[in-house]
T-cell receptor
Framework: AQKITQTQPGMFVQEKEAVTLDCTYD???????LFWYKQPSSGEMIFLIY??????QNATEGRYSLNFQKARKSANLVISASQLGDSAMYFC?????????????FGGGTRLMVKP | DTEVTQTPKHLVMGMTNKKSLKCEQH?????MYWYKQKAKKPPELMFV???????INESVPSRFSPECPNSSLLNLHLHALQPEDSALYLC?????????????FGPGTRLTVL
């Protein structure tokens, strides 16, 4: 069973508008972490935002916020005031913790295209 | 220094060649990772090193041989690769301790196997 699901393979957004990228997950572990990464065409994975399963408040980092709905097992990324440089692939990932470190399982990704 | 560096950026090799990918970080992280990413797909975990010891091998073929000579360096030795091994190879590092531990990624090596 897929642990992380991103149902939007591609999305368009007008510059300066807000956009929501969907992510649902599946785990029976009470302690987990959810990450969003941005991957431009250059290939580097850029960390955007993190939400822990016990965090009471939704995470925010500048123009990025995470709409965390624990009961629904969703962790949607909201980008406010989109910029042309936001055009990239976006991956949602879940952390599984073990002695080896913090293994990440990635969703399939959403390609975001910002229109001028 | 919050940077993970990878060399080379691009690599083209024949199926009989032997080559190595290199990854380096100076953030004091004791967990390092190799991922393989095919076009339009998410990264797939290959190997995890924890305290310089191989702790996870995700059933990767033996033509890929990882090595962690010290806490800052991670290598991936390549031998007798197949064209389907062409991909972006990403290295990452993180703290080992449980809890919030962001993985820092390098820019990747784009590998083409002819």
């Amino acid at each position: 069973a897929q642990k992380i699901t991103q149902t939007q393979p591609g999305m368009f957004v007008q510059e300066k508008e807000a956009v929501t990228l969907d992510c649902t997950y599946d785990t029976s572990d009470p302690s987990y972490g959810l990450f969003w990464y941005k991957q431009p065409s250059s290939g580097e994975m850029i960390f955007l935002i993190y939400q822990g399963s016990y965090d009471q408040q939704n995470a925010t980092e500048g123009r990025y916020s995470l709409n965390f709905q624990k009961a629904r097992k969703s962790a949607n990324l909201v980008i406010s005031a989109s910029q042309l440089g936001d055009s990239a692939m976006y991956f949602c990932a879940m952390r599984e913790t073990n002695n080896a470190g913090n293994m990440l399982t990635f969703g399939g990704g959403t390609r975001l295209m910002v229109k001028p | 220094d919050t940077e993970v560096t990878q060399t080379p950026k691009h690599l083209v090799m024949g199926m009989t060649n032997k080559k190595s990918l290199k990854c380096e970080q100076h953030m004091g992280h004791r967990a390092m990772y190799w991922y393989k990413q095919k076009a339009k797909k998410p990264p797939e975990l290959m190997f995890v090193y924890s305290y310089e010891k191989l702790s996870i091998n995700e059933s990767v073929p033996s033509r890929f041989s990882p090595e962690c000579p010290n806490s800052s360096l991670l290598n991936l030795h390549l031998h007798a690769l197949q064209p389907e091994d062409s991909a972006l190879y990403l290295c990452a590092s993180s703290q080992v301790a449980q809890g919030y531990n962001e993985q820092f990624f390098g820019p990747g090596t784009r590998l083409t196997v002819l």
